[in-house]
């Protein structure tokens, strides 16, 4: 059963320009028409490279940030359409994780008013002494001693202000919990630690995740379901071992071989597929296709004009491509391969 | 022949009433013409410390700088400021992590180029505006021409670092210090400049020394890899023995966290204990030994020296990790002379 449904969800950010008058001139599109769906008890991975929307996708899930269409639905409610006042309850039980540690704790506040501020909101604990009861409880399962409690966020490592930031959300019982690039702040060694408390944490508590983050090998250490972002759309969608076993998306393949792995013997074994140039900006996106202008696998006409839809080509597995199936059966040559093989690409 | 060979650098950084904190701790390795050597570490270990001592940019106010640079038989570290500016940019050149802030905002990006041709190369105008448009060519910037008038901002950020790294190889120097080039960029724009850097080693024969903290970026680019902790070296090795058997109890930490894109999932992760803040002082043992799971007593009776464990693979610890049965005691006790850092 899916506890999180987005449905056609689009982000608009208006571009205003003017000294006297405040005129809109555009807009950029952050998120632009995505659905997808999380299961109960799983881990969807969101990934994507900065600009593609992925932050301003969670935060509209919390409504952190205003939606201009679509639908996000947290056990059938439409969170889009409640009132300021009734998505403010709901938040206990729709809870988020930041990228910055030190950033999203307030220097001032020692832990325990940190941690009490939201059981305050919510109205969760009898008194004073239920609420400290509570959060040292949590602070154990995140794996922080309860001599934390008068401590502030500057005295702890990055990694211990991230299990703050865990306990945070942790302590009000939450069924999903919003991790936005949850270890991306992090030294490699540390990444391990909060990964794997993340991970505990949900077998523990039956936690519903949705994380994002730009790092592939991350998201599919921890993700049942990924989902990969291109220009504010979801390009593809599978489960985390199809995703890299046989990724559809050109875009996919791209961002699959770019990733290094430390190991130099897969390393100089591998084809890398390198994409040209940068991302085009979101607030004029290209037309048809998102990543036609830099697709080495673009064929003329339909790719330009005509917006792809998501479509399932397997079950769980939804690909944006006209020709996904003919690039995995290697029906269309890429310019790339032209290129290597130092022929010139077809006119 | 080396090109450069860096004997027990120390660096420590001094402030009024303040501990004094050793940032670098007798770093030594040494560098061949054309090698492509990776300096990894986490944050903390001095890495970023020792890119900027041997290009002679730290401080002269409270930072106590000690052992030996030579760089192609100068000693660097003892040249005086003028010497130095000299080399800056024609012989030894930097690349730096952030892109935007080692760019001059108000200055056109052709100008930033030509500065360095026009210091060193003693170009003018025309000709020296020709050579910068054909150093963006190089690097991979579509429309140089057009480029050279625009500034800093109006650049992405891949592009920028392809400026970066135009500027820094537009007088052929002789050694490229690229500090976490990749570090601010997507993985896809990663891709794109790695394969750049390793191409211009390749081609220009320009020795490389690659700063980083992902092991991914120095596993299909360098040739020879030196893991730092705590200011030290302690492990050098040739890259595919290193991440085929990594000797130091630290560098088989830092592989057993990263997740790996083409591991089976559900493998289950095996972080390092504690933070980088958990260290003891080399002069007391080996920094490493409180997130050690490897340690004996013996760690905490002294300073351990860098020792060899076969062709070209030193470590720094008395108590290594996957070593081969038969080597494993034999070459244990032979400190390396001009690696370790005896006392």
């Known amino acids: 059963m899916s506890v999180l449904e987005l449905e056609d969800l689009k982000v608009h950010f208006p571009i205003r320009s003017g000294v006297v008058f405040d005129r809109t001139v555009g807009h950029v599109h952050a998120v632009d028409g995505v659905s997808l769906s999380v299961e109960t008890g799983s881990t969807y991975g969101l990934v994507g490279e900065s600009g593609c929307g992925k932050t301003t996708l969670g935060r509209a899930v919390l409504r952190l940030v205003d939606i201009t269409s679509g639908h996000v639905r947290f056990e059938g409610t439409d969170l889009a359409g409640l009132s300021g006042e009734e998505m403010r309850r709901r938040r206990s039980r729709l809870q988020m994780v930041f990228q910055d540690p030190l950033g999203s704790l307030d220097p001032r506040q020692n832990v325990e008013s940190i941690l009490a501020e939201g059981l305050e909101v919510h109205g969760i604990g009898q008194s004073r002494a239920d609420r400290r009861t509570k959060i040292v409880d949590t602070l154990e399962r995140v794996g922080l001693a309860s001599n934390a409690l008068s401590r502030y966020p500057h005295e702890f490592s990055g990694g211990q202000r991230q299990r703050i930031g865990i306990a945070r959300a942790l302590v009000l019982e939450p069924d999903v919990i919003i991790c936005d690039e949850p270890v991306s702040a992090l030294d490699v060694s540390v990444q391990a630690?909060?990964?794997?408390?993340?991970?505990?944490?949900?077998?523990?508590?039956?936690?519903?995740?949705?994380?994002?983050?730009?790092?592939?090998?991350?998201?599919?250490?921890?993700?049942?379901?990924?989902?990969?972002?291109?220009?504010?759309?979801?390009?593809?969608?599978?489960?985390?071992?199809?995703?890299?076993?046989?990724?559809?998306?050109?875009?996919?393949?791209?961002?699959?071989s770019a990733v290094p792995i430390p190991d130099p013997v897969v390393e100089d074994a591998r084809e890398q597929i390198l994409i040209p140039g940068d991302l085009p900006s979101p607030s004029s996106p290209p037309s048809g296709c998102r990543f036609h202008t830099r697709c080495p696998w673009r064929q003329p006409e339909r790719c330009d004009t005509e917006r792809p839809e998501l479509r399932e080509v397997a079950p769980g597995h939804r690909v944006a491509c006209h020709y996904a199936e003919e690039i995995r059966a290697g029906e269309l040559r890429s310019r790339s391969a032209d290129v290597a093989a130092g022929t010139p690409p077809p006119a | 022949m080396a090109l450069l060979t860096v004997d027990n650098l120390s660096v420590t950084f001094t402030g009024n009433n303040q501990r004094p904190v050793r940032a670098v701790d007798g770093v030594s390795f040494g560098m061949d013409e054309g090698e492509v050597l990776g300096l990894v570490g986490e944050s903390g270990c001095g890495k970023s410390v020792t890119s900027l001592a041997l290009m002679g940019l730290l401080p002269t106010r409270g930072v106590e700088v000690g052992g030996r640079v030579h760089f192609d038989g100068t000693d660097v570290l003892s040249l005086p400021s003028r010497r130095l500016r000299d080399m800056r940019g024609s012989q030894l050149a930097m690349i730096f992590q952030d892109p935007l802030s080692s760019l001059n905002p108000v200055v056109p990006i052709g100008r930033q180029v030509t500065?360095?041709?026009?210091?060193?190369?003693?170009?003018?105008?025309?000709?020296?505006?020709?050579?910068?448009?054909?150093?963006?060519?190089?690097?991979?910037?579509?429309?140089?021409?057009?480029?050279?008038?625009?500034?800093?901002?109006?650049?992405?950020?891949?592009?920028?670092?392809?400026?970066?790294?135009?500027?820094?190889?537009a007088c052929a120097p002789r050694l490229l210090i690229a500090d976490e080039p990749t570090t601010a960029l997507d993985v896809t724009i990663q891709a794109q400049i790695l394969d750049l850097l390793g191409e211009l080693a390749r081609s220009e024969g320009t020795s490389l020394l690659m700063i980083t903290h992902d092991l991914g970026v120095v596993a299909g680019l360098c040739d020879n890899i030196n893991v730092l902790y705590a200011g030290r070296v302690i492990e050098v090795s040739s890259r595919k023995q290193l991440f085929a058997s990594p000797h130091h109890?630290?560098?088989?930490?830092?592989?057993?966290?990263?997740?790996?894109?083409?591991?089976?999932?559900?493998?289950?992760l095996t972080p390092i204990r504690g933070s980088i803040n958990d260290t003891i002082d080399w002069d007391d043992g080996c920094a490493f030994a409180p997130r050690c799971d490897h340690y004996t007593m013996e760690c905490l009776t002294g300073t351990p020296e860098l020792v060899r464990a076969g062709e070209g693979h030193q470590h720094r610890c008395v108590n290594p990790v996957n070593l081969d049965p038969g080597s494993a005691h034999a070459d244990r006790p032979d400190p390396v002379a001009e690696g370790g850092n005896v006392r």
């Open chain 1, 193 to 256: 630690q909060v990964l794997n408390l993340l991970e505990e944490l949900q077998s523990a508590f039956g936690l519903t995740y949705l994380v994002i983050a730009h790092d592939l090998a991350v998201v599919r250490h921890i993700s049942d379901v990924i989902g990969v972002m291109y220009l504010g759309g979801l390009v593809e969608e599978a489960g985390a071992d199809e995703l890299y076993a046989d990724p559809m998306h050109p875009y996919t393949k791209a961002l699959l």
């Open chain 2, 115 to 169: 500065e360095t041709l026009r210091r060193h190369k003693g170009m003018r105008g025309r000709a020296a505006r020709d050579r910068a448009a054909e150093l963006l060519d190089r690097v991979g910037i579509p429309d140089p021409a057009r480029r050279l008038t625009e500034y800093p901002h109006q650049l992405s950020g891949g592009m920028r670092q392809r400026a970066l790294i135009a500027m820094a190889v």
């Open chain 2, 249 to 268: 109890p630290y560098t088989a930490g830092l592989l057993g966290s990263v997740p790996r894109l083409d591991a089976p999932r559900g493998e289950a």
